[in-house]
């Protein structure tokens, strides 16, 4: 949904009484601050907690990269060095190839940079 149909959606719900001025107001201001990102429309619109934040902004590494770039993009968004992550996936590998598929898998659904 774009900003502009947020928007309307908005304008609606204060139309048909569901939302007050100053709900109105209030989400309306929620809205325009988060660029419409993750936001819908009503009263209960929340703020993104940091967790789910961080889970979106999470992107595989162009530059610091072996195979994919999946343990770069881990190092980036948790601050741990890339090849703590190359030797956790390697000792995962190990047992039972838990590694290699949870490296492929991050390959697969995570998007680069």
Same mark, same amino acid.
């Given at each position: #949904?774009? @900003? ?5 959606? @908005?304008?609606?719900? %204060? ?9 109105? =107001? ?9 660029? !419409? +990102?993750?936001?819908? &429309?009503?009263?209960?619109?929340? $703020?993104?907690? $940091? ?8 992107? %595989? ?7 994919? !770039?999946?343990?770069?993009? #881990?190092?980036?968004? =948790? ?7 190359? @030797?956790?996936?390697?000792? @995962?590998?190990?047992? +039972?190839?838990?590694? &290699?598929?949870?490296?492929? *898998? *991050?390959?697969?659904?995570? $998007?680069?940079?």
């Amino acid at each position: #949904m774009t @900003l502009s149909d947020e928007l309307a959606k @908005l304008g609606e719900l %204060r139309a048909s009484g569901a939302l007050t001025e100053e709900e109105f =107001t209030h989400a309306k201001e929620r809205l325009l601050n988060s660029s !419409g +990102a993750g936001a819908g &429309a009503g009263a209960g619109v929340r $703020p993104e907690e $940091p967790v789910v934040a961080a889970v979106n902004a999470f992107r %595989r590494s162009r530059t610091d990269r072996v195979l994919g !770039g999946v343990c770069g993009g #881990m190092a980036r968004a =948790t601050g741990v060095e890339s090849w703590v992550w190359r @030797l956790i996936f390697a000792v @995962l590998f190990i047992f +039972a190839g838990a590694g &290699a598929l949870a490296y492929v *898998l *991050l390959w697969i659904f995570v $998007p680069s940079d």
